[in-house]
């Protein structure tokens, strides 16, 4: 087989190609890695939250009326499982928000009597470790810690209430 | 000796079927007659060719129009490859050619940046739903300091945040329990599968009545 002897083969002869693949690839390494680093920077922040901003929300669910508000969609999908099959209608009481710096606690106090405490226990990559403390009046409800990605919501709910049941729903985001 | 007799007398004698007499007599022609010695390796030249000759008419004529024939075929399929081998190549082939060795390593980094973006794109599921949140009642009492005891001052107007953040949507993903105590007789946690994901929900039985859950604490 003829070679054609061009101007690049002369500059570069063969036993130098062949070390195009190692070279590009040596060269790729490093650029791979600054681009690995870039895309993993915000998982990285994320990873060092050291703060988290939670809203409660308190819903109110009846035995009568009909339908769930348009303020309770972000639940909507939720209050139609069956466990809430024997409440016709909801309605959300009121909404609050809690600035939490990690190993603080921060409380609210709801209009229907109860009081919640969150404390965040631990902030790493998405997840978000916390502490709640339901109570109303002097007596604690329920008392858990729990491990949540962050945005998730978690129900804590069947508190009485004069015309239904009551249910909180805390979601809380890290940074 | 006859022409015949002699050939015969010389293909026994390289048999070593002479007799030793009849032997001796050819040796000694070979050696003191240099005519008869000729006129013998004529004989034996003859004889070759006769026999030569007697093994080609053994061979059918299609034998060698067969072998011509794949020697030509031979002869072609060389000179079409060499031809092949001699014309230009295009120059996609030629670019091809000279990164084929990248592309193991190329493929492998590829790899590593899908499976960074993967990695990175299932870090927090995205909101599912757009509906707004609004609030339904004013504020109640608010307080920074959580370890003090109850009655907590009030907080801050909440309704600003609550809406500032309306139009995103819960990632509903289940919170892992790691400990829980009861304040009232009984509690369960239970878990609502939606389109939305995986919700966990954490019941208060502050009531006499019974909760019948399978889980139920």
Known sequence: ?175 | MNPVSEIENLHAYFDGELPDEERKAIEAMLTEDAEATLAELSLLRQAISVGLEAEAEKIPEARFEQLWDEVERTLERDARLQQAADSDVSLWSRVGAFFKPLWAPTAALAGVAAAAAIYIGSGESEPTENTPVSVASNDGPAQEAADEPMPLAPLQDDRIAANVEADEMPSNNEAEIQRIEFGGKTGRIDRIESKQGITTVIWIDDEDETLDSERAL
């Open chain 1, 1 to 175: 087989m003829k070679h054609r002897r061009t101007i690049f083969t002369r500059l570069f002869p063969r036993p130098f190609t062949r070390l195009w693949a190692p070279i590009f690839a040596s060269s790729l390494v490093p650029l791979a890695t600054v681009s690995g680093a870039l895309l993993l920077a915000p998982a990285q922040a994320q990873a060092e939250a050291t703060s988290a901003t939670c809203e409660i929300h308190t819903v109110l669910a009846m035995k009568t009326g009909d339908g769930i508000p348009d303020e309770l969609g972000f639940l909507a999908g939720q209050l139609r499982d069956d466990q809430f099959a024997a409440f016709k209608s909801f309605r959300l009481l009121e909404s609050k928000s809690l600035k939490l710096k990690l190993g603080e606690t921060g409380a609210a106090m709801m209009t229907s009597g109860h009081q919640l405490k969150l404390q965040l226990l631990d902030a790493e990559s998405s997840k978000l470790k916390l502490h709640a403390v339901l109570a109303s009046g002097e007596k604690v409800l329920v008392d858990t810690d729990y491990r949540i990605e962050s945005n998730g919501i978690l129900l804590i709910g069947g508190v009485r209430h004069p015309d239904g049941k009551v249910f909180f729903a805390i979601r809380c985001r890290g940074g």
